[in-house]
């Protein structure tokens, strides 16, 4: 069972960019899923969570208005889109899957699957 986070890169501030995040292994599509992130020196925190079909989600207040998360379970690929970023978005974004449980979860222990991580870098 595998997740597998894409997308990252370097980006400007106000800049946008799209985050990935494919299953393989076994399918997330009655799974809550989400998104969290570690900056440098800090540890790892919410961004954003979904339901597992894409009818509720949940974004951290310091994202809300500028993060959107959504799914497509047909192809069992996460997204986390990002617009407006800004220097303090910079962080290794880590996508993550619950084994049970159709529904948000902000707590990152009820998660039992996470991707690797994939580094978002804003430049000012």
């Known amino acids: 069972v595998q997740l597998q986070a894409s997308g990252g890169g370097v980006v400007q501030a106000g800049g946008s960019l799209r985050l990935s995040c494919a299953a393989s292994?076994?399918?997330?599509?009655?799974?809550?899923m989400g998104w969290f992130r570690q900056a440098p020196g800090k540890e790892r925190a919410f961004v954003a969570t979904i339901n597992w079909n894409g009818s509720s989600a949940l974004l951290s207040d310091s994202v809300k208005g500028r993060f959107t998360i959504s799914r497509d379970n047909a192809k069992d690929t996460l997204y986390l889109h990002m617009n407006s970023l800004k220097p303090e978005d910079t962080a290794v974004y880590y996508c993550a899957a619950r084994s049970v449980g159709v529904g948000v979860a902000t707590r990152q222990d009820l998660y039992s699957y996470w991707g690797r991580g994939t580094l978002v870098t804003v430049s000012s």
């Open positions: 292994g076994r399918t997330f599509s009655r799974s809550g």
